[in-house]
């Protein structure tokens, strides 16, 4: 176990069940890569992400990927 994971560990103790549920859940959808993404059924607009998967909040037509290169620059070198 590396010193940055004991560290995550040490963090969580003494944490609520409540709160240990939505952290769990939070790294279940945002940090685990999806196994089978190619496998997937793609329904005919594309893929649905996050919230956005099976529900429709988005309008017909709207490009959600319009905005990728501008956000790229913004986040250059933050890793």
């Known amino acids: 176990m590396s010193v940055l ?3 995550v560990i040490e963090s969580l ?3 609520s ?3 240990l549920s939505f952290l ?3 790294i279940e959808q945002f940090m685990k890569p999806q196994k089978s993404i190619s496998d997937a ?3 005919s607009g594309g893929i ?3 919230m956005f998967r099976g529900e ?3 309008a017909d037509g709207y490009d959600f990927d319009e905005d990728n290169t ?3 620059k913004l986040f250059e070198g933050a890793e």
């Open 5 to 7: 994971q004991a560290q």
């Open 17 to 19: 069940d409540e709160s």
């Open 13 to 15: 103790e003494g944490l």
């Open 56 to 58: 429709k909040y988005i």
């Open 48 to 50: 649905r992400i996050g």
């Open 24 to 26: 769990l859940n939070m």
């Open 41 to 43: 059924k793609v329904p």
């Open 70 to 72: 501008e956000i790229a």
